[in-house]
């Protein structure tokens, strides 16, 4: 056993490493990417040759992790939430395929929003998709459930999900590691048919994964993550996941006689559940996220019974915390570090320097001779354009988002009509739209604010590196209105001109702003100049 000082996201790649997988694939996304940094950065990896670099979107990274497990290896892929929504179709036909070497999949949520546009819960989809999901309450619970949901994807043959918030994520804790297991030696799935979802086969494989229900709530009522109620109070407490922990602080902080039973694993074990729940006068269904569970319980035991976050006991949104559960229980605590005191707040802004800034002034004056000025944004360091000083954009709705919104604004009748999307957003979501917007020779401009990095989640490589101009051009955009601009203030009156000229052009053009991120170039020569001294 060995131990280590780990975030929760750390604690999940450890798990992975120890639980011998050959790849990780994933796509950046607060606060799933510290899982693959630290695989990318660990001796083990490169003494295994575990796979590790980041994968174009999430779909792309599901499905290849679906081929080695085909292959028979095991390997996790990790997405924030809405991450889970690109890769949906992948990983719903999945449950229908099965797998071969163990497959897991790591899904952070962001309840609160601290960096997500919304909060929606990941034990929605895998109840949709009718897959396990294990939600561990501790980094050590994160370290031991990838060892666990690993060997049981390999037994009954789905993959396993692992649902973590951000505040398991992104705190720290000592975790004890267990010795390394060999990684699976390769051994291609020959099972027939499995994997061909034609009608006839599909049936046939839903009709397995309908039979493997019960198995999985029975492995749901074994979980080692499962701790039944110690007390025997008439009032209780069925706790899920994090919220676990914060229920249990309150408790034994004002020495209260509550019956908790935790659940961490899902499909939820009903008949355990029910039968705690018929033992109590009334119960408290603290669950982080949204209140799945609380409204399907409700709807068996009524609402009487049952309180929690749909009659307002527990706040309706945002994260729960050991003060909303104080609350709801109507006793004093509060570990509320008073940080207003001492931290003076400031809304984000673009970094000095940055590119993005040159590119809206130049846009601003652009589009100050028109009258309707409607830029369609997108996500990334970018979207900070929406605030003063430039106010240059918007909308902001999903990955993608920006071209194809400004596309079907511009069919109905919008001049100019204009996107502005980052590289890393283009490769992940924006291509398939621009192939569109070409097909159908829509008259709008699009502008890749290219920092050659992915900026927003911490400076990871962009696929689409030095590629942009071939592939905008391979889509159909033709090469004389695919215009390369640098966002420097001495460029600023041959910007604003190139970008009038396109915004006339009357078919689709693209305009490449490029200009690496200040951050990221510093961070690389800081990095170059390390080891050019190790070397002296
Ligand atoms: C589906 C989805 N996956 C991941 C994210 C997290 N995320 C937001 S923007 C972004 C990419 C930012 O890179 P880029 O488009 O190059 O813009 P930059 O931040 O470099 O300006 C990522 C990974 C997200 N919001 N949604
Ligand atoms: S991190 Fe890079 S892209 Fe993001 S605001 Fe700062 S300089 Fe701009």
Redesign the pocket.
């Known amino acids: 056993m060995k131990n280590d000082l780990l975030l929760g996201a750390e604690a999940i790649a450890c798990g992975a490493i120890d639980a011998g997988i050959s790849g990780v694939y994933a ?4 606060p799933s990417t510290e899982i693959t940094e630290f695989i990318q950065n660990s001796p083990e990896t490169k003494e295994r040759k575990i796979r590790c670099s980041w994968a174009a ?2 779909k792309t990274a599901y499905e290849a992790a679906l081929g080695m497990s085909y292959a028979g290896k095991r390997s996790i892929v990790c ?2 939430h ?2 889970l ?2 890769a949906a179709d992948a990983f719903m036909n999945s449950a229908m395929t099965g797998v071969k070497g163990g497959l897991v999949v790591v899904v952070a949520d962001d309840p609160s929003m601290h960096s ?2 919304n909060e929606q819960d990941t034990r929605y989809y895998a109840r949709f998709a009718m897959l396990p999901l294990i939600e561990p309450a501790t980094q050590q619970e994160a370290y031991d459930a990838v060892i666990y949901a690993l060997d049981y994807s390999e037994e009954i043959q789905v993959p396993v999900m692992i649902r973590i918030v951000t505040r398991l994520s992104h705190s720290r804790a000592v975790i004890s590691r267990r010795p390394s297991r060999e990684p699976n030696d390769l051994s291609l799935d020959t099972q027939a048919g499995k994997w061909i979802l034609l009608p006839a086969i599909a049936r046939r494989r839903y009709a397995l994964l309908i039979e493997k229900q019960a198995v999985m709530e029975a492995h749901s009522a074994n979980s080692p993550f499962f701790r039944k109620p110690i007390s025997q109070s008439k009032k209780g407490i069925l706790a899920m996941g994090i919220s676990y922990n914060y229920a249990m602080e309150v408790i034994v902080a004002n020495n209260l006689d509550i019956a908790v039973m935790k659940i961490s694993q899902y499909p939820l074990p009903h008949d355990i559940v029910a039968e705690f729940i018929e033992g109590c006068d009334e119960v408290l269904i603290a669950e982080e996220g949204y209140p799945i569970y609380e409204e399907s319980i409700r709807g068996f035991f009524g609402n009487n019974k049952i309180k929690g976050r749909l009659d307002g006991t527990l706040p309706r949104m945002g994260e729960l915390s050991p003060d909303a559960l104080a609350v709801a229980l109507g006793v004093e605590y509060s570990v509320k570090l008073h940080t207003d005191d001492w931290v003076v707040g400031r809304p984000p802004a673009l970094c000095v320097g940055c590119g ?1 800034r040159d590119t809206y002034a130049a846009l601003n004056e652009a589009l100050s001779i028109y009258e309707d000025r409607h830029v369609f944004g ?5 979207t900070l354009g929406a605030l003063p000083p430039f106010g240059a954009i918007k909308t902001c709705v ?2 993608g988002a920006s071209l194809t919104m400004a596309k079907g604004a511009a069919e109905a009748g919008l001049h100019p009509a204009i996107g502005i ?6 490769t ?2 924006g291509m398939t739209g621009l192939l569109d917007a070409a097909n159908d020779k829509v008259r709008m401009t699009l502008i890749i ?1 290219d ?1 050659s ?5 911490g400076g990871q490589d ?1 696929a689409g590196t030095n590629k942009l101009v071939q592939i905008c051009n391979a889509l159909g955009v033709e090469k004389e209105h695919i215009r390369i601009i640098i966002p420097l203030p001495k460029h600023h009156e041959d910007n604003v001109k190139i970008l009038r000229e396109e915004i006339e052009y009357n078919g689709v053009s693209v305009i490449i702003a490029q200009r690496e ?1 200040v951050q990221t170039a510093a961070r690389k020569a800081k990095e170059a100049a390390r080891l050019k001294s190790n070397k002296e």
């Open positions: 796509y950046p996304g607060t979107n999430e997405m924030k809405v991450g929504n690109v997500s546009q993005h997108d996500i990334g360091c970018y999903d990955m999307i980052g590289d890393s957003t283009f992940h979501s604010s920092n990095t992915t900026a927003m989640t962009s991120c």
